[in-house]
């Protein structure tokens, strides 16, 4: 920036001693106390403020206090020459060029305000420089219109810490609802604008005033769409949103638009309900937020530079992938591959489906079996069937004997391998054609995972599964035999076992058909029968096995390596061949990234085709062009579909389809009923491996062109040529548009607030939902009936975006722009339904607040202003609590309770209606223990955690007790207050009544007259106790001794007033009938 466009607020080697007397100076003698009240004093600080505020909000306003006038100056010079005839002139040339509609510009102004509210400088100025920047203008509209940008606590969670952050954003929040509600100041912050040179006109009579910015939008770090992380991010997202805010007239009419109307009475801020009755009815909820999205088009070629990359990374994984992670130094080579190998074997073994832990998962067997259920349940019912013929009609049975014989040779028949019986000649069918399938899918299976494994752990390393594979099948193969032997041994024992069976019914003469013991001889042929099966399925798969490992397997290891050696030789000789161009060599590395973190895109921009430098583009395209959940590791995944082709891929057209390995002699299986044509010889496979890096330099580029990839084709023109639908190429614009639209919607739905939201107090304080929010494009260039037109009409109407003739009017084919932006606009609500602010607050009062050393530094330096500027109220109910806590005193509505020493009273409130008392916060919001003195400043102070505490407890709950202050506090008619309704009629609301003391009160058996002698008896010891207590202490005093009850004495004795006043005058209303 340059230095003419910054103003220094402390220069080098300046004390805060030195800023703090400049921020007081000029400030008469008669406010000064006040003044430094709310500042920390000199004798105290020891921030290097040169270096910053120390995360101290108010010593952040002393550092721009100090340099006010100075701030005020530059403002005006700005100002001024934006205004100029010159000025104008070059800015309608320059909307022109954008696009933007004809016609004078106008001289107003829009200022935004960018800020944070968790720091120390920039949370404790920004309300003091918006003062400064409308002290420029004093008279113009548009400083009743200044948009400020405020980044919540929750973006510097990641790399501050909450305990510092947190009370900081107390204060901001709260001093900000403070300055929205009121048009008016403390008498002594008016003398100290005074002094800087900052007079506001109709202070305190002109509704429109307001302290601060207007229009005051929090943004977070996530929505429910996109989460920043890291604070970077979320910088560029808004400065990029502002660099469409400030350029296009449309964002700016609608942002104006919205704004006005709603935050301003009679439109939002009238029709949004606020539960929380902390401001009048006219005013609107203090805080916005918004959220940007935009899609965008990337304009650079540089398709050779990409594909390059994509090669040489390819390559230099498959040949040295191997060594990632790998210390050679203590290792050998040998002894790394041979770790990385065993340690990935059982993977490999399963992602080949060839593994076989057990009988039951063994996924060979599994493979190569064929369904046998229907088969066994017909041998059962043959033989049972069968071996009846022998039963006499007599008895209906037969003898023990004869049962065995006929189940026996029953058996026999139909389990025969010479001549085949059906059953055997079924199953050896139905086990060829599992056979098949296994070979056919195995071949591919192999080939594809071998592929994959050489993209991930390295060619070296692969060899070594293969050359463990076949050890690890040939050892199986052992396993099947002997298991082979063991099931045929019990199938070659039927006869025995059925006889064994029949045995439960020795010495019966004639065994019925259905006596248990030949259900159960039988159950035991069908069982032999199955182990006889299951012999020749092992035997069967022995053979297979030993066929793939001798004519795939290994040769396919031996393929690898030569290829591998071949390829190395081939770099070696490039490298070291002069008369060769070095191609290899000088194809870019994948890490080779030298473009500055600042270039990337932010998670709101949702690119086209990237636009940023080489690496920036081919890392966002890489991402792209995987599926959502897999870009954490997008380019490995690209490296598997490069190298696999075919394999992984299903889009790519057959004439320019590649795979890793390619298979020039398939497999054909020894046993004809493995092979897929019978017709064909037994044959060993073969395979070709290109050793050759222009290979695979072709293959990038036939990966980056499949039609419909982010890397199809680079682009030169904005977005309207982009997708002209005039280009020849059909299936091009389909994908471009496809693409536009999908991240149009992505992008729409990024856009959504940047602010996290409490959905139950959200509906509980304003009967809103989450999800209720405006939207603000900047100009959309494609003309009204184009493909182009239709599809963002499509998709904002699908996301009940569309607004009509509004929307149309956005539409301009002029625009010549190389991004859409949307701006999503929420309401403005109170910030106790925004967790973004509030919770981190509530998380850091509840760690400290029991502790009276981590409270007092929790809010040490904190708040930056008066008292009574700081409560995040309306003066009204500010007024109202003042005025209701004496009223509560002379009704005796109040208790208090003294628990631990180091958290001070427990005051509360009666509550006719829960016939019990609501209670303050607890701890107040001090840092000592509260005398009885400052109970009113504390009370008053302590509404801002009463609001924080309702987030933290999900309920208005906290804020009933100022509730009940503020009805007390109305003291102006006798029907509606409870003061005078009592001096009128000695009785109180509610169906439980906490009477007052008589001496304060009266009683309900005393006279009107009576009742308010002693209530004007008791005000005015009161007021007097006040004035001696309060308003007597010397002015000149010091600023650090001051009290809480002190700084607020004015509106005190105004509320004292107001009260015995309403006494003294009360009247019994005529009843008008």
Not at 136 to 145: G, L
Not at 242 to 251: A, E, F, H, I, Q
Not at 789 to 815: P, V
Request: glycine share 6%.
């Amino acid at each position: 920036m340059p230095s003419e466009n910054y103003i220094n607020l402390v220069a080098p080697g300046t004390s805060y001693r030195e800023a703090y007397r400049a921020a007081i100076n000029g400030v008469p003698e008669r406010v000064i106390t006040e003044v430094e009240s709310a500042m920390p004093s000199e004798l105290d600080v020891t921030v290097p403020v040169d270096l910053g505020a120390g995360k101290f909000r108010a010593v952040g306003r002393t550092l721009a206090l100090a340099k006010l006038g100075d701030v005020k100056a530059a403002a005006a010079k700005s100002l001024g020459k934006m205004t100029s005839d010159g000025a104008l002139t070059q800015l309608a040339t320059l909307n022109t060029l954008l696009g933007n509609k004809s016609g004078l510009a106008s001289k107003d102004p829009i200022v935004i305000v960018v800020s944070s509210i968790a720091g120390g400088s920039g949370a404790g100025q920004y309300m003091e420089v918006t003062e400064a920047i409308k002290n420029a203008a004093p008279t113009a509209q548009w400083v009743h219109n200044i948009f400020s940008l405020l980044y919540a606590p929750d973006v510097f969670q990641s790399v501050g810490n909450v305990d510092l952050i947190a009370p900081n954003a107390l204060g901001a929040m709260a001093e900000a609802m403070s300055g929205m509600w009121s048009n008016d100041l403390e008498q002594s912050t008016q003398e100290l604008y005074r002094a800087k040179g900052i007079n506001i006109p109709g202070i305190g009579e002109d509704p429109k005033i307001h302290i601060g910015p207007r229009f005051n939008f929090v943004i977070g770090r996530e929505n429910s769409t996109i989460d920043f992380k890291d604070q970077p991010d979320v910088y560029k997202a808004v400065a990029a949103s502002l660099s469409t805010w400030v350029t296009d007239d449309k964002v700016q009419d609608q942002l104006l638009a919205y704004n006005v109307a709603n935050f301003s009475a009679g439109t939002g801020a009238m029709v949004l309900p606020d539960a929380t009755g902390i401001k009048d009815d006219n005013q609107a909820p203090p805080f916005a937020s918004m959220g940007f999205g935009r899609v965008s088009l990337g304009r650079d070629k540089f398709l050779q530079y990409a594909s390059e990359r994509i090669a040489r990374s390819s390559i230099d994984q498959m040949l040295f992938a191997h060594e990632d992670g790998a210390d050679l130094k203590k290792f050998r080579i040998e002894e790394v591959i041979d770790a990385k190998a065993k340690q990935n074997f059982p993977n490999f073994l399963t992602d080949l489906h060839l593994a076989h832990e057990s009988d039951l998962t063994n996924e060979i067997l599994n493979a190569v079996r064929p369904a046998r259920e229907a088969v066994l349940g017909r041998f059962y019912s043959e033989i049972f069937s069968e071996s009846q013929e022998g039963v006499s009609a007599k008895t209906g049975g037969q003898s023990l004997g004869a049962w065995a014989e006929a189940i026996t040779s029953k058996y026999q028949v139909k389990s025969s391998m010479d001549p085949k019986s059906q059953f055997i000649r079924e199953e050896e069918t139905a086990r060829s054609q599992a056979m098949k399938r296994f070979v056919s899918t195995q071949q591919n299976e192999v080939l594809a995972v071998t592929s994959r494994y050489i993209s991930q752990l390295g060619i070296k390393v692969v060899v070594e599964l293969l050359r463990m594979l076949e050890e690890d099948l040939t050892s199986h193969r052992g396993d099947l035999a002997k298991k082979r032997n063991e099931y045929q041994g019990w199938a070659n024992g039927h006869a025995g076992s059925i006889a064994t069976a029949l045995q439960a019914v020795q010495g019966q003469e004639s065994v019925r058909v259905d006596n248990p013991a030949v259900s159960s001889a039988i159950e035991i042929a069908r069982t032999c029968f199955y182990y006889h099966l299951e012999a020749q399925l092992l035997t069967a798969t022995d053979a297979l096995l030993e066929d793939m490992v001798a004519n795939f397997i290994r040769p396919l290891r031996e393929a690898l390596f030569s290829s591998e050696g071949a390829l190395l030789k081939v770099i070696a000789i490039s490298t070291s061949d002069d008369s060769k161009q070095n191609l290899y060599e000088a194809w870019p590395k994948f890490d080779q990234e030298t473009v500055p973190a600042q270039f990337k895109a932010a998670p709101n921009e949702f690119l086209l085709i990237e636009t940023d430098t080489y690496p920036t583009e081919f890392k966002t395209l890489i991402t792209e062009s995987v599926a959502a959940a897999r870009r954490a590791n997008a380019f490995p995944v690209v490296i598997d579909e490069v190298l696999m082709g075919k394999l992984a891929l299903d889009d790519l057209e057959p004439e320019s389809a590649w795979q890793l390995i390619d298979t020039s002699k398939e497999w054909i299986p020894v046993d004809r009923s493995a092979r897929i044509d019978e017709s064909q010889s037994n044959q060993s496979a073969r395979f070709e491996f290109s050793a050759y890096p222009e290979e695979y330099l072709k293959r990038a580029q036939s990966w980056m062109q499949r039609k419909g990839s982010q890397f199809y084709r680079y682009l030169h023109q904005d977005i309207a040529g982009y997708l002209d639908e005039n280009m020849e190429d059909r299936a091009e614009l389909i994908g471009r548009q496809q693409t536009f639209k999908r991240q149009l919607k992505e992008a729409l739905l990024a856009s959504e607030p940047l602010v996290k939201l409490n959905s139950g107090l959200l509906m509980q304080i304003h009967n809103r939902q989450i999800g209720e929010v405006d939207s603000v494009m900047s100009a959309i260039p494609f003309d009204n009936g184009s493909q182009a037109y239709s599809l963002t009409a499509e998709t904002l109407k699908d996301l009940k975006m569309w607004k009509g003739a509004a929307t149309e009017e956005l539409f301009n084919s002029a625009a010549k722009v190389q991004n859409i932006d949307i701006f999503s606009v929420q309401s403005p609500f109170q910030p106790v339904v925004m967790n973004s602010i509030v919770q981190p607050i509530s998380e850091a009062w509840l760690k400290h607040r029991a502790n009276r050393s981590t409270r007092t530094d929790f809010l040490t330096w904190r708040r930056s202003r008066p008292l009574f500027e700081a409560v995040p109220a309306a003066p009204s109910k500010k007024r109202a609590i003042l005025r209701g806590w004496y009223v509560a005193r002379v009704l005796g509505q109040l208790d208090q309770e003294m628990g631990e020493a180091n958290l001070g009273p427990h005051i509360k409130v009666w509550s006719p209606k829960e016939a019990g008392f609501d209670s303050f916060p607890y701890p107040l919001m001090y840092g000592g223990v509260v005398e009885a003195e400052n109970y009113p400043g504390a009370v008053l102070k302590s509404l801002s955690i009463a609001l924080v505490m309702c987030n933290s407890e999900g309920s208005l709950a906290p804020l009933d007790a100022y509730k009940r202050l503020i009805d007390l506090g109305e003291v102006r008619s006798g029907q509606t207050s409870e003061l005078l309704n009592w001096i009128l009629t000695g009785k109180l609301s509610g169906n439980s009544v906490r009477l007052p003391n008589p001496d304060r009160a009266g009683s309900t058996d005393q006279s009107m007259e009576d009742r308010r002698a002693v209530v004007v008896k008791y005000l005015e010891e009161l007021s007097a106790e006040f004035r001696n207590d309060v308003e007597n202490l010397d002015y000149q005093r010091d600023a650090r001794n001051t009290t809480l009850t002190w700084e607020i004495k004015h509106e005190a004795r105004r509320a004292i007033d107001e009260v015995l006043e309403a006494a003294k005058t009360v009247v019994a209303k005529k009843s008008g009938i």
